[in-house]
């Protein structure tokens, strides 16, 4: 069964404090990983897709990291605008075209 | 920029009523997927759709339904709502293959209480 967990559950930082997010997945055949940003009360946006091994993304402070067992979410130099609960998903190549995900960590930066 | 749209953001039902969530995507994609999302469960996936009238189950199907007539439209049906289906609906919506240079986009999400 395809599985996802995401650590820590919650991570509070100071504004300008650079941490890491992680997820840790287990899937019978990776088509590809996820990450999605959600604000409360909305729905999830996406962010960025990683396909395999040693590939990374960037998006503005936002770095998304990938090996064959866990993805890293790494924010540098966060702002108060970037609060909110991070979602990681798997699509497994075989089977249904589904995404599972994880239960998100909840992020809060502090001016 | 409106990709995935659903009918309501906010609701409010009796229990036992019948309970429709509709959720139309403009992308002219082949997959459509409804998840419940609640604290400290994260999103499970109810059903989901890789073209018109064909569907299948998710982790949670039971105590709703489906309909995809059109290939835009995807409904979530609650045949008899109850208190513990209180949650936040999802919908999402993704091309087939997707994972490929491409991702699901998520509706704003359909709040639902049932009293």
């Known amino acids: 069964e395809d599985q996802v967990t995401q650590s820590p559950e919650a991570l509070r930082l100071q504004e300008g404090e650079s941490s890491s997010l992680n997820c840790s997945y287990t899937?019978?055949?990776?088509?590809?990983l996820f990450w999605y940003r959600q604000d409360p009360g909305k729905g999830p946006e996406f962010l960025f897709t990683?396909?395999?091994a040693g590939e990374e993304k960037e998006k503005e402070r936002l770095k998304a990291t990938l090996t064959k067992k866990e993805s890293f979410l790494h924010i540098t130099a966060p702002k108060p605008e970037d609060s909110a609960t991070y979602l990681c998903?798997?699509?497994?190549?075989?089977?249904?075209?589904?995404?599972?995900f994880g239960q998100g960590t909840r992020l809060t930066i502090n001016p | 920029d409106v990709k995935v749209t659903q009918s309501s953001r906010y609701l409010v039902k009796r229990t036992g009523e019948k309970v429709f969530l509709e959720c139309v995507q403009d992308?002219?994609?082949?997959?459509m997927f409804w998840y419940r999302q609640d604290p400290g469960l994260g999103l499970r996936l109810i059903y989901f759709?890789?073209?018109?009238?064909?569907?299948e189950k998710g982790d949670i199907p039971e105590g709703y339904s489906v309909s995809r007539e059109k290939k835009e439209r995807f409904s979530l049906i609650l045949e008899s709502a109850s208190t513990n289906q209180t949650s936040m609906y999802l919908c999402?919506?993704?091309?087939?293959?997707?994972?490929?240079?491409?991702?699901?986009?998520f509706g704003q999400g359909t709040r639902l209480t049932v009293v």
């Open positions: 992308m002219d994609h082949e997959n």
């Open positions: 998903a798997v699509q497994a190549t075989k089977g249904a075209q589904k995404l599972v």
């Open positions: 990683l396909y395999s």
């Open positions: 999402a919506a993704g091309p087939t293959g997707f994972g490929g240079n491409t991702e699901a986009f």
């Open positions: 759709s890789y073209d018109v009238k064909m569907k």
């Open positions: 899937v019978s055949g990776l088509r590809g």
